[in-house]
């Protein structure tokens, strides 16, 4: 455990890129009293709004938090949409770098608005447009990725199916962190697994690996993905999944996280269960971006990848027992290893 406080007093050291879809998360709290006499529906009698940048831009936030320097590349929509205003002024706020950001004209920003009364989620509204970006964004994303990759220790790949993030896009952006020996770490989606090759580390759920298993089997040409059972129920289940999905894409690890559960760390030739060490659960919503985000700053600052992923147990722990999409900071983490 001492490696891992020495570690941790060196994240903040760490220069990452976050590249994924972006995200304004609009949360609207209040009480209710009543149901309306319209539908059989709560009135919410809402106090208080407050604005979060969110996607990758949460992974970005995490890494502030945790002290490092963090640059976001993405897109959002029109320059003058209201919600992509918002996101800049609040990334901002947040020491968070967008000089990757790039806007699309007639595109909306996407935002997700959750209505909370007293603790509980009510309801959550999203606009979005998911399509596809333009080549001439593509073309400056790439221009941005590979003239600035040389500036950062880790890219970090987060893709929630908005359009960012296609095949071709996906693989070069692995590729070139490859090619410059940069960490590259990927919060996956499962329709683009075979496109996650050669990464660092992608870090999915047991949702998002069952989905992949699915996934790899149906577009597995050459007859090599050889695993039977689809479903992740036993921890038999989960070793062979995760021995599998390894081996396939030809990844340095593999963290697949579990909830309640914990997480279990595969690496050639080895894997380990890590136990939860969360004392108490209010809300899980953001965890991942925890995972990940401190995952890579400990790769960053030399620890080992088993050592990563025990640091981004107790991040995950710490930020699951707060309310709403949390972040944690050295401090607290500090505290927790302790």
Same mark, same amino acid.
């Given at each position: ?6 570690? /941790?007093? &060196?994240?903040? &050291?760490?220069?990452?890129? /976050? ?29 208080? $709004? ?22 976001? =590349?993405?897109?959002?929509? @029109? ?22 950001? #790039? ?28 399509? @596809? ?46 090619? #410059? ?19 660092? =580390?992608?870090?999915? *759920?047991? &949702? ?5 298993? $699915?996934?790899?089997?149906? +577009? ?15 921890? *038999? @289940?989960?070793? +062979? ?47 991942? @971006?925890?995972?990940?985000? !401190? #995952?890579?700053?400990?790769? =960053?600052?030399?620890? !080992? ?7 981004? *147990? #107790?991040?995950?722990?710490?930020? /699951? ?7 944690? *900071? ?9």
């Amino acid at each position: 455990m001492k490696n891992l406080r020495k570690v /941790v007093g &060196k994240l903040n &050291k760490a220069r990452v890129l /976050v590249v994924g879809d972006l995200i304004l998360d609009q949360y609207i709290w209040g009480n209710v009293e009543r149901i309306s006499p319209e539908a059989p529906v709560p009135v919410v009698y809402a106090n208080r $709004r407050n604005y979060v940048p969110g996607g990758a831009a949460n992974v970005a936030n995490n890494i502030s938090a945790l002290g490092a320097r963090v640059s976001l =590349c993405g897109i959002l929509g @029109d320059s003058k949409d209201p919600a992509t205003e918002m996101f800049q002024s609040e990334a901002k706020k947040l020491g968070i770098d967008t000089k990757g950001v #790039f806007f699309e004209k007639g595109r909306k920003t996407t935002l997700k608005t959750r209505i909370i009364a007293g603790h509980q989620q009510v309801v959550r509204v999203d606009w979005e447009d998911v399509h @596809d970006i333009s080549k001439s964004i593509k073309d400056k994303l790439t221009i941005f990725l590979d003239t600035n990759i040389k500036n950062f220790d880790a890219i970090v790949i987060e893709d929630y199916g908005k359009g960012l993030l296609d095949r071709e896009l996906t693989r070069n952006i692995i590729k070139t962190a490859k090619d #410059f020996k940069k960490i590259v770490t990927v919060d996956p989606k499962e329709n683009n697994f075979d496109c996650y090759k050669h990464a660092t =580390c992608i870090t999915p *759920n047991r &949702k998002e690996a069952q989905n992949a298993i $699915r996934y790899l089997k149906m +577009n597995d040409r050459g007859n090599l993905f050889k695993i039977y059972k689809e479903t992740l129920f036993t921890d *038999n @289940d989960i070793k +062979n999944a995760g021995e599998k999905i390894l081996e396939y894409l030809q990844l340095e690890s593999l963290l697949i996280t579990l909830g309640e559960g914990g997480m279990w760390l595969f690496e050639k030739g080895k894997n380990k269960r890590i136990p939860t060490v969360a004392q108490e659960v209010f809300d899980v919503s953001g965890a991942g @971006d925890t995972v990940i985000s !401190s #995952f890579t700053l400990a790769l =960053c600052a030399g620890a !080992s990848k088993l050592e990563a992923a025990y640091i981004a *147990n #107790f991040a995950a722990g710490i930020v /699951v027992g707060k309310l709403g999409t949390a972040v944690t *900071n050295s401090r607290e983490l500090l505290g927790r290893i302790k």
